[in-house]
C-alpha cells in the first residue's frame, strides 16, 4: 500500500468529518419535529394516566424552604414541593470572577423551567398532595446538619411527609411518608419526575449527548429532545419511552450539569421518557419520571415509606462515581459521555486529572501527558521515522524508475515495489502510528470538551480557557484593531494558538518525502493550512496537544533521519 495514498485519504477523511461537524453547528438549523398538545404525566402501572398530570400555568409564588450547603444554595418551593432552585457555588458562567454563578434548576413561571417533584398516586377517593398544595416545613432552613421535614394533611385522615436530607456536595435524600390515623388501609404508588418545560440552546452533537436519559435495567438510555417530542406526539399521554425493572436512574442532562433521581435500587420501577405541552416556559414538558410498579400500604394506625435520591449537581466525576458506589446507582458515571471509547476517555481522563494535581495546571499536564503517548508510541514511530529516512535516501532511485517507465504505470508499480523490498523498506511504515494515535486524538478531544474538571482550566499566557477556543483573532491583528471580526463572519477566527499549531505541522510535513504526483504534493502543502482553520474553533487543550505533539514528532523525526543518513557514509567509510 503507498504511504501517501493512505495518508491523503486519512487526512481527507479528517477534513470531511471536521467540515461537516463545522456546518452542522454553526450554520444548520434543527428543524422543530410536529407539535403534540399531548400533556405530561406520569404513568401509573399499566399504562393508565396517574393523577398526577403537569399543570397548564405555574403555580403563584409562595413560601419556600432555603437551602445551604458547601457546594450549592438555593430553595424549595412549598407549594407543590419542587426543587427548582438550585445555584452552584463553585462555577461561574464565564471566566471573570465577578460572573453569576452557575444556576440549574429554574423556577416555573420563569424563561427556563427546570425541577424535581415527588408525589403519590392513590385510588380514586383519595386526596393527594398536587401542584397547589402548600406544604409545611419543619425548619427554615435545610443543611447538611439540619434535616427538614414538609408535612400535609389531606383531612381524610392521611398524613403525607417529605423528609429531606442533603449532603455536603450535591445529593439530597427524600423519603416520602405517608401517616395513616384511619381505619382502613390505603395503597399508594410513590412517584418522582425531573422535569424541563424548554429545550436549552445547547445541543447534541456526534461528539456530546445532552438531553433526556437514564439507566433502566442496568442499560443507558439516551433521548434527544427532537426525539422525544417527536415519539410522544405518537404515543398516549406523551410516553415515548417506558420499561419496568428494579431500581435503575433517571434525568436530564446538560453539558456540564445534571439533575437527575435515583429510587430504592430494590424497588421494581417503571421509568418513562415523555413529552407536553404547558404554558410556562417555552411551551414544550420534556420529562423523565419513576413509579412503583406495586403499591406500599399504609396500615391504620401505621405508615408507608419510600426513599429516593436526588442529584441536582456539577458532573464531577469522582463525585459521581463515589455516589455510584455509596448508593449501588447502576452506571451513574454515564451521565458523562464518555462515548463507545470509554475504556480510552476515562483512563486518559484520570491520567491528566492525576497530572493536573500534581502539577497545578491541567495544560502542562496535557503537556506531560503527550510525552508519555510519544514514549508509548517510541519504537513503532522510530521504525516508522528509520523508514521514510530510507524512502528520501533512495529517492534518486525511485525517480530515475519514473523517467524510465513514465509510459508505462503498470510497470512502474511493479518496479518501485520491488526497489522497497531490495532496500528492505515498507512503504506502509508511517500510516501505523498515526492510526493508532487516531483513537487516542479522538479521546483526549472528548475529554476535553466533555469533563466538567476542564472546564474554564486556564493555561499560561492569553489562554484562560483550555476547554475553549483560542481567543485571539489573527484577523483584528490579536486585538490591536477595535473590532470582532466573527461579527461580519463567524469563520473569521484564527487565533495564536491554532497558527502555532499549523507551523509544526508544515515543519513536521518538511521532513517527509515529496509526494511524486504534484497533485499530492499540492494537497499535502495545503494540510498544515486547511487544519490550521479547522481547528480554529477547537478547544486550546486539544490545539495545544497537537501543536506539542508534532515538535515532539518533529524532534524525532529529525534525530532519526539524521542517523538514518549517516549510516550509508559509515558503511562507505569502513569498505
Known sequence: ????????????????????????????????????????????????PAAAAQPQAAPAPG???????????????????????????????????????????????????????????????????DDTTVWSASAGALTPQSPVTLSWDNGQGLTFQLQLAVDDKYMFTVTQNVLNHGAAPVQLYPWSRVVRDYKPKEQSSWVLFDGPLGVFNGTLKQESYATLKSDGAKAPGGVAYTETAPGGWVGITDKYWLAAVAPDQSAKMTGSMSYGTVTDGDGSAYETSFITATPVTAAPGGAASFTS?????????????????????????????????????????????????????????????????????????????????????????????????????????????????????????????????????????????????MRQAPFYGWIHDLSAPDPTNLFNLFGLLPFDPTAIYAPLHLGALPLIMGLTMFLQQKLNPAPADPTQARMFQLMPV??????????????????????????????????????????????
Open 1 to 48: 500500500m503507498d504511504q501517501k495514498r493512505l495518508l491523503l485519504a486519512l487526512s481527507v477523511s479528517l477534513v470531511i468529518v471536521l467540515v461537516f461537524t463545522f456546518i452542522q453547528d454553526k450554520f444548520l438549523p434543527h428543524p422543530p419535529p410536529a407539535q403534540t398538545q399531548a400533556q405530561t404525566q406520569v404513568q401509573a402501572p399499566g399504562g393508565s
Open 63 to 129: 413560601p419556600r424552604l432555603s437551602v445551604e450547603t458547601p457546594l450549592m444554595q438555593g430553595s424549595i418551593g412549598l407549594t407543590g414541593a419542587v426543587f427548582d432552585d438550585v445555584v452552584l457555588k463553585q462555577y461561574h458562567e464565564t471566566t471573570a470572577p465577578d460572573s453569576p454563578l452557575v444556576q440549574i434548576m429554574g423556577r416555573r413561571g420563569t424563561a427556563t423551567p427546570n425541577y424535581v417533584q415527588f408525589g403519590w398516586t392513590a385510588p380514586a377517593g383519595v386526596k393527594v398532595p
Open 309 to 453: 435520591h436526588v442529584f441536582t449537581g456539577a458532573k464531577v466525576v469522582k463525585i459521581l462515581d463515589a455516589y455510584q458506589s455509596q448508593y449501588h446507582i447502576p452506571n451513574f458515571y454515564k451521565a458523562v459521555d464518555f462515548g463507545m471509547l470509554y475504556f480510552l476517555t476515562k483512563p486518559i481522563f484520570f491520567a491528566l486529572d492525576w497530572l493536573n494535581s500534581l502539577l497545578g495546571n491541567f495544560g502542562l499536564a496535557i503537556i506531560v501527558f503527550t510525552v508519555g503517548i510519544k514514549l508509548l508510541f517510541f519504537p513503532l514511530a522510530s521504525y516508522s521515522y528509520r523508514s521514510m529516512g530510507k524512502m528520501r535516501l533512495i529517492q534518486p532511485k525511485v525517480q530515475a524508475l519514473r523517467e524510465q517507465f513514465k509510459d508505462d504505470a503498470a510497470k512502474l508499480q511493479q518496479a518501485t515495489m520491488e526497489l522497497y523490498k531490495t532496500e528492505k523498506i515498507n512503504p506502509a511504515s508511517g500510516c501505523l502510528p498515526m492510526l493508532l494515535q487516531i483513537p487516542v486524538f479522538f479521546s483526549l478531544y472528548k475529554v476535553i470538551f466533555i469533563t466538567i474538571e
Open 530 to 575: 486547511i487544519f490550521t482553520f479547522m481547528l480554529a474553533g477547537s478547544p486550546s487543550g486539544l490545539v495545544l496537544y497537537w501543536a506539542w505533539n508534532n515538535l515532539l514528532s518533529v524532534g524525532q523525526q529529525w534525530l532519526i533521519m539524521r542517523q538514518t543518513a549517516a549510516q550509508p557514509r559509515a558503511v562507505s567509510a569502513k569498505s
